[in-house]
Structure formats: C-alpha cells, structure tokens
C-alpha cells in the first residue's frame, strides 16, 4: 500500500531551528512537495522536491532522498507564525498525491 | 483577485438532507479536484477533474457527485447526509495533471452534519 509517515506533533523555540522528517512508500514515485496549513486555514505550498538534494527558499529548506524514500523540512530561525501544521506529500506512478497527516509544530517564546 | 473559493464556509444541517458545496477558480488551471480532511487531519483525495473529464473517482459513496459544467467550476452535490460526512471539504486546482503542477487550495467548506 502506499504511506506517509511524518511525526504528529513537534515543539521548537522561537529563534531555533527545526527539522520535520517524512517518509514515504507509493507506488511509483513523481515528486514530494511539503504544504503549510494554518489552523482552520486551507493548505498553502511551500516547497517540491524530485530530485535528491536539498532546495533552499529563504528560511525553509526541503531535502529529498529518493533512495531512502525520505523528505525533510528544515525551518531556520522559527517565528511565531510559523506554528502550524505541515504536510508531505508524495505524488505516485499516476501522478496522484498521497498524503500524509501532517505535523503540527508548536513554537514557544 | 481570489484564486480558489468555495461556497458556503459553513454547512450544519440534519442527516438526510441534500447539499451542494461550489468551487470556482479564477486561475485557468485544467484540473480541480475535491478533498475531504477529517477529525485526523488526513487530506483524503474524492475526486479529480481535467479540463471538464473525471480522472480520479476514489471509493467514495455514491451519495457524493462531483460535477464540472465547466473547467473553471467543479461543484459537490451530497445526497442523503450522514453523520460521518461532517468534515472540511476542500476544492484544489492545478495547472495541469502532471508531474510538477502544485496545487492551490480553496479556503475549505466545514460540514457538520447533526
């Protein structure tokens, strides 16, 4: 069957570093993208991945192994508003996103 | 300017009931799709329209029918309510159905069925 698997719920302090791990099984594999939701806000992307190696955009990195089936999100010097929830996403051989349950990250002052 | 909307953003109605949740996007992409999230958080793909022509039927009951008068526009209609339907259900679009297309999400319709 295909899966993602992502931790649940991460805390990080404001100013810090974080790192959001996904690994994932589908049956083919055409890119992972990592998605940002806001509570009771719809799904905004962030970043997609095909290749391995790590695509920097400003304070968020993703890094893709396609060999290990793994994904990370890399969030540098975290800000209040960065607590949401962030969602990986693998599409499959039918292009078709599978979806994990995402990772809500919790900052504190 | 809105890219992706959906109407209404709140739906509370009795089981039984019929409904029809609307997605319009404004971006001239090919493809919508429709999502339900549940208690879990867990993005569930129903469906999946390019340019008008279903792509992706999921095992959804058949109570849900998606339907596409045009691509600009893929509504929901929902037959005979049921206590489990209560979820966010969230209308998508993406340039195409390929590869690379990331894709945009409407600001989501919360069901609660009573």
């Known amino acids: 069957g295909q899966n993602i698997d992502q931790p649940t719920e991460m805390t990080a302090t404001e100013g810090a570093i974080v790192q959001i791990n996904c690994t994932y099984q589908?049956?083919?594999?055409?890119?992972l993208f990592w998605y940002q939701q806001h509570a009771g806000e719809a799904p905004t992307f962030l970043s997609y991945n095909v290749l391995d190696g790590l695509e920097e955009k400003g304070r968020f990195s993703s890094f893709l192994s396609r060999s290990k089936g793994y994904s990370y999100l890399l969030l540098k010097e975290l800000q209040m508003k960065d607590s949401a929830s962030y969602l990986c996403?693998?599409?499959?051989?039918?292009?078709?996103?599978?979806w994990g349950a995402g990772t809500k990250l919790i900052i504190k002052p | 300017d809105t890219a992706v909307s959906q109407t209404p953003k709140y739906l509370v109605t009795q089981m039984g009931n019929d409904k029809s949740i609307k997605c319009e996007q404004n971006l001239g992409h090919d493809t919508m799709y429709w999502y339900k999230q549940d208690s879990k958080k867990f993005l569930k793909i129903m469906f999946s329209?390019?340019?008008?022509?279903?792509?992706i039927n999921e095992t959804v009951p058949n109570r849900f029918s998606p339907k596409s008068p045009d691509k600009a526009h893929l509504n929901l209609h929902i037959n005979s309510l049921e206590l489990g339907d209560s979820a966010v259900y969230f209308c998508?679009?993406?340039?195409?159905?390929?590869?690379?297309?990331?894709?945009?999400f409407g600001p989501g319709t919360r069901l609660l069925v009573l």
């Open positions: 996403a693998a599409k499959d051989s039918n292009y078709q996103l599978i």
């Open positions: 589908t049956s083919g594999f055409n890119g």
């Open positions: 329209y390019n340019n008008k022509e279903l792509i």
């Open positions: 998508a679009s993406s340039l195409s159905a390929g590869e690379v297309e990331t894709q945009y």
